[in-house]
């Protein structure tokens, strides 16, 4: 079984903060309607006014909590998946890199034998559609009748965040490959792009072929890791 280190899910983080606004916003409604309940003879008005705005944004914040509890399961996943690499590969998981004053935090680094992985996680639903060029797909939902929605193109991310591992080991004098990978956890989700782009993967089995390697293990591989997992 492949090694896993953790490092703090910003995720998680960001739910909590999420269920920490839906209560502050809960309690500031009930002081405020409890002051004007008892100054104010229509304050059963001001009663009805805060529920109805209240049940909008709790409805807006739970929209999200969602998308990330989505996420996170997706990870939860994943990590399932990658603790069957044998045992001389390292996972590391929500690793933070930064280089230059700029950080950018990564699904998993799988650091193998002769190269390292970069597995960025989407946990999609529906159909995605456009151009690997552009900013942005376009998410939308043919069978559920849903709106679809613009969302940022991951393939852009996912080699953003190739280049700033590169930046980063340049930096540190390290030369080792390499190798992004986009894994749509889902694999019901509909992929229809203008072309199509080898690093993306909706297979377990394929993801997992993608990352073994049979080949001995290089000089370079511990300080790859102590570079990656000691970075602060």
Known sequence: MARIKRKKNTI???????????????????????FFVMAWQYGWLMLILLLIINVVLLRQRM??????KGGL???KEVLRLLKQLPRRYDVIVNKCITVRGKT????????????????????????LSGTIE???LTQSYPKQGRQSKQVKNPLKQLSRQEEFLRSYF?????????KGYLY????????????????IIQSEEKLLNKLKINKKRSPQTKKVYQSINYHR
């Not at 929209?63 to 990330?68: D, F």
């Not at 950018?104 to 159909?127: A, H, L, Q, R």
Request: proline letters at 4%; zero cysteines; charged letters at 20%.
């Open 73 to 75: 399961k997706g990870e």
């Open 184 to 199: 749509f956890n889902n694999p019901h989700l509909q992929i229809q792009l203008n072309k199509w782009d080898k690093r």
């Open 170 to 178: 340049n930096q540190q004098n390290i030369k080792y490959p390499i």
């Open 104 to 127: 950018i935090e990564y699904d998993f680094i799988i650091i193998g034998p002769t190269e390292v992985s970069i597995v960025e996680v989407k946990n999609y639903s529906g159909k």
């Open 134 to 136: 552009g900013n942005q």
């Open 12 to 34: 998680k983080r960001n739910i909590y903060q999420h269920y920490g606004i839906i209560l502050l916003q809960i309690l500031l409604s009930v002081i405020v309607v409890y």
């Open 63 to 68: 929209k999200k909590v969602n998308v990330l």
